[in-house]
């Protein structure tokens, strides 16, 4: 997916350890001082659920809200299977402990690797049943300016809204990719017995749409 998750505190925690976190981003960042609205009790999910937009509507703030909604859809950014193709070197990633892609490569020049051993040579437009190799259209490592492994969900969200990070897209255009190409789709699709990312790329890509008709607001970043 074009779009492994450390155990360290850049990471999301399980969806349902994290409730009580997202509902108390109403906390505003103003002068360092609370909001006076009190924390929202968002609905406890499973590792493979995301929560719909609506639910972050008792979110009254909306720049709480717009960290809220980033916070949920970062459950997929930060997911194995977006961020596997995401790699802060020349190397992908593969399986859920961010192992080193086997056979060795590299991205190559253009990110689709090097003469002889091109992503699309194994990996084609759709997945493999009998090799378990994956596959989608345009299969391809993304540029190295759009690494997110290691990434918080404070610098993922800042990365994604730099157009010298994004690969020039505007919030619209982020949106719209996030719910409709194929190669982010793969994600929800990975085939074999690999672990989809939670919930699906309609409900992510509205989740990624709200964020940014609330302000496109960014969730802390730690130093």
């Not at 609370?34 to 924390?39: G, N, T």
């Amino acid at each position: 997916m074009h779009m492994a998750v450390p155990t360290s505190e850049k990471s999301p925690a399980p969806a349902a350890r994290r409730a009580w976190f997202i509902a108390g981003l109403v906390a505003a960042a103003c002068g360092g001082k609370l909001a006076a609205e009190p924390p929202v009790a968002l609905r406890d999910v499973g590792a493979g659920e995301l929560r719909a937009v609506a639910e972050f509507d008792a979110i009254r703030d909306p720049a709480a809200r717009s960290r809220a909604l980033f916070l949920e859809a970062s459950r997929v950014l930060l997911h194995p299977r977006c961020v596997n193709c995401h790699p802060a070197g020349d190397v992908p990633h593969q399986g859920d402990a961010l192992a080193l892609h086997d056979p060795p490569v590299v991205r190559g020049d253009a990110n689709h690797g090097v003469a002889g051993m091109e992503c699309e040579g194994c990996h084609q437009d759709r997945n493999q049943p009998l090799t378990r190799v994956p596959g989608a259209p345009g299969w391809h490592l993304a540029p190295p300016a759009m690494a997110w492994v290691g990434k918080s969900a404070g610098d993922l969200c800042a990365q994604l809204k730099d157009p010298a990070r994004n690969g020039g897209k505007t919030l619209a255009q982020i949106a719209e990719h996030s719910a409709h190409d194929p190669l982010v789709g793969w994600g929800w699709a990975p085939g074999a017995d690999r672990q989809p990312a939670p919930g699906s790329q309609q409900q992510f890509g509205a989740l990624i749409a709200a964020w940014a008709a609330t302000g496109a607001a960014c969730p802390e970043v730690r130093p």
